[in-house]
C-alpha cells in the first residue's frame, strides 16, 4: 500500500487507525504513547470530545464557503485570534492553511510595507541559521539551513541567513537600505529546540525599531500555548524592560488542534498594508478549520491552562536533566528537546517496536542527529508523563 506514495518521508513502520488522549493505536489494536502530537499539532489530543463535536457540527452546516463571503465561524474565529495575539501588538488576522503559506504571507506584508514607505530595493529578509520557515520554494530561502536547499533551486532571491544569538552579526545585517524585516523563531523546532537568549531579542526589538525594520515571529510551533504562554514571544522583553511586540506573527500546527490551518497576523505598522486584490487562498479561513479552531482557543488562552502547560513541562525538564544518558535538554513549557549521545531515530524507531512486545510503544521525534523531540499534547496526564519518562530512560539506555 505504501508505494504509491511519493517516497517523500523516512517513515516508522507503523500504521494508525484511532486515537484517544495521549494514545494512539495501530491496526493491530497495539497501543502507543503519543509525545509528539503529529509535531506539535494535535494539541489538545487525539479525540477530544468538544473538538469532535465542534467540527462535527459544522460539517453538518456547510464545509466551505469562498471568501467572496465570510462565515459566522470563521468571523468569531478571527476576532478570538486576534484578541489572543493582542498582547502582542497584533489588530488583524489572513487566515491560510498551513505553516508555509502564513510564512509566505508574512514575506509579502514585509517587502509591501517597505516598498509602500522606501521605494525598491529594500526587500531583504533577514534569517537565522538553523531557522525552519517551510517547503516552498520562498520558504526554502527562508531556512537557514542548506541540508534543504540542495536540487530546488534557484530560489526566491532576498533571503539572508545569520548566526542566531550574535548581536554583533545582527547589528551587521540590518542594513536599513536593504532590509525589510527580521523573521525568527524565538526557540527553533526543527534543528533542535535551540532557543534565541533574551539579551538577542531584545536587541532584535530594539534594532528593528530603530530602523523601521519589520519583526517577524514565526511561532508556527512555539505558538497557540505550547511555550507556556499563548505566544512564546510574550516571555520576552524589548530593550526598555517592557513587554514585546511583534510586527507580525505567523501561526499553524496547532492552531485548530489538527485540522489544517494556519495564520499571519498584523501589528499597528502592516494591519492595513495588504488591500483587496493583495492576497487570497481559496481554503483560507474553512469554516470547518475555523471551527476547530475555536475550540482550541477557548480552551487553550486562559492563564490557569496556560500555567499547566509550564508546569507539566517544567516538570518534565527536571526529570530529564537528572537522567545520566541525557547530555542537555532545552525548552520551555511542553516543547522539550533532549541530547542523547545515541543516533536519535534508532531510538524513534525503538519506540514503534516496543509496542510488540511490551505494554505499549512510545512516539517521540527527533530534531537533528542526536535530539529528541517532545511536544506532548496539553492535556498530559503527570502519569502518562511519568510512564513517557520511564520508556524514554528505557529507550535511550
Ligand atoms: C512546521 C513549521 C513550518 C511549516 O509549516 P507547514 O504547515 O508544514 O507548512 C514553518 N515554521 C516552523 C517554525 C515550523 O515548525
Redesign the pocket.
Given at each position: 500500500m505504501n508505494n504509491v506514495f511519493m517516497n517523500t518521508y523516512n517513515r516508522l513502520p507503523v500504521t494508525f487507525s484511532k486515537g484517544e488522549g495521549s494514545w494512539l493505536f495501530d491496526i493491530n489494536g497495539k497501543k502507543y504513547l503519543d509525545l509528539g502530537s503529529g509535531?506539535?499539532v494535535n494539541c489538545l489530543g487525539h479525540n477530544y470530545p468538544p473538538l469532535v463535536k465542534a467540527v462535527s457540527q459544522q460539517a453538518a452546516k456547510f464545509l466551505h464557503v469562498c471568501n467572496y463571503y465570510t462565515s459566522d465561524v470563521s468571523a468569531e474565529f478571527a476576532e478570538k485570534l486576534v484578541q489572543a495575539a493582542a498582547p502582542a501588538g497584533m489588530k488583524n488576522v489572513f487566515l491560510a492553511n498551513?505553516?508555509?503559506?502564513a510564512?509566505e504571507g508574512a514575506c509579502k506584508l514585509a517587502r509591501k510595507y517597505s516598498l509602500l514607505k522606501y521605494g525598491p530595493g529594500r526587500h531583504t529578509i533577514v534569517t537565522l541559521r538553523g531557522s525552519?520557515?517551510?517547503?516552498t520554494i520562498t520558504?526554502l530561502a527562508a531556512t537557514g539551513q542548506d541540508k534543504f536547499h540542495k536540487d530546488f533551486g534557484p530560489f526566491t532571491e532576498g533571503f539572508l541567513h545569520i548566526p542566531g544569538n550574535d548581536i554583533d552579526a545582527l547589528e551587521k545585517a540590518l542594513d536599513s537600505k536593504k532590509v525589510a524585516g527580521l523573521l525568527l523563531?524565538a526557540i527553533q523546532?526543527?534543528s533542535g529546540i535551540i532557543p534565541q537568549r533574551s539579551e538577542f531579542i531584545a536587541a532584535a526589538a530594539k534594532l528593528c525599531a530603530e530602523r523601521d525594520i519589520l519583526l517577524i515571529f514565526?511561532e508556527?510551533?512555539t505558538g497557540i500555548g505550547r511555550t507556556g504562554t499563548f505566544l512564546a514571544l510574550e516571555q520576552y522583553k524589548d530593550a526598555d524592560g517592557k513587554p514585546l511586540k511583534a510586527d507580525i506573527v505567523t501561526l499553524?500546527?496547532g492552531i485548530a488542534g489538527g485540522i489544517p490551518a494556519?495564520a499571519f497576523l498584523a501589528g499597528e505598522k502592516t494591519s492595513s498594508v495588504l488591500v483587496a486584490g493583495d492576497h487570497g487562498s481559496t481554503f483560507g479561513g474553512n469554516p470547518v478549520a475555523a471551527a476547530a479552531g475555536l475550540v482550541v482557543l477557548k480552551t487553550v488562552n486562559d492563564p490557569t491552562f496556560l500555567a499547566e502547560i509550564s508546569r507539566k513541562g517544567e516538570a518534565l525538564i527536571a526529570s530529564l536533566k537528572q537522567n545520566p544518558k541525557v547530555k542537555e535538554v532545552r525548552g520551555k513549557g511542553l516543547m522539550i528537546g533532549l541530547d542523547i549521545e545515541k543516533e536519535a531515530w534508532p531510538v524513534l524507531k525503538a519506540g514503534i517496536t516496543r509496542a510488540e512486545n511490551k505494554d505499549c510503544g512510545l512516539l517521540i521525534l527527533s530534531a537533528g542527529v542526536n535530539t529528541l523531540r517532545l511536544l506532548p499534547q496539553y492535556f498530559i496526564s503527570d502519569s502518562e508523563i511519568k510512564q513517557g519518562l520511564d520508556i524514554i530512560s528505557e529507550l535511550i539506555d
Open positions: 509535531i506539535a498551513s505553516g508555509a503559506e510564512n525552519f520557515h517551510g517547503r520558504t523563531e523546532g526543527e514565526d508556527i510551533q499553524a500546527k494556519g
